[in-house]
């Protein structure tokens, strides 16, 4: 069992900033990969970005690359992810999650992550 816990949302203006955490607890030894999706309201699940177990490889959607950058924590469980630039239409609730199936490549859709957090509020003012 893994848990995911996601923090940090909140309300920022558009150009701004903002950090988001995602703490792991439980079996996180048999986390392979992590990732962040985004669902705004009467939208599908949106993926964003994903990270290797260890932090050394990443993946980002066209949406988001060059604007987020998502990280591990060097000492703590968690993996961040940190949003510049942001938009009124990144305005969203933000889910972390992780895989444990090894794959030769970060995994990007939501039937490839098997735990998921219980999302975080980012609302972006314009």
């Known amino acids: 069992q893994v848990q995911l816990v996601e923090s940090g949302g909140g309300l920022v203006q558009a150009g701004g900033s903002l950090r988001l955490s995602c703490a792991a607890s439980?079996?996180?030894?048999?986390?392979?990969?992590m990732g962040w999706f985004r669902q705004a309201p009467g939208k599908e699940r949106e993926f964003l970005a994903a990270?290797?177990?260890?932090?050394?490889?990443?993946f980002y959607a066209d949406s988001v690359k060059g604007r987020f950058a998502v990280s591990r924590h060097t000492a703590k469980d968690m993996m961040l992810l940190d949003m510049n630039s942001l938009r009124p239409e990144d305005t969203a609730v933000y889910y972390c999650?992780?895989?444990?199936?090894?794959?030769?490549?970060?995994?990007?859709?939501?039937?490839?992550?098997?735990?998921w957090g219980q999302g975080t509020q980012v609302t972006v003012s314009s």
């Open positions: 439980g079996s996180i030894s048999s986390i392979n990969a």
């Open positions: 999650a992780a895989s444990f199936q090894y794959r030769p490549y970060l995994p990007r859709y939501n039937y490839e992550y098997t735990y």
């Open positions: 990270m290797s177990r260890s932090g050394g490889s990443t």
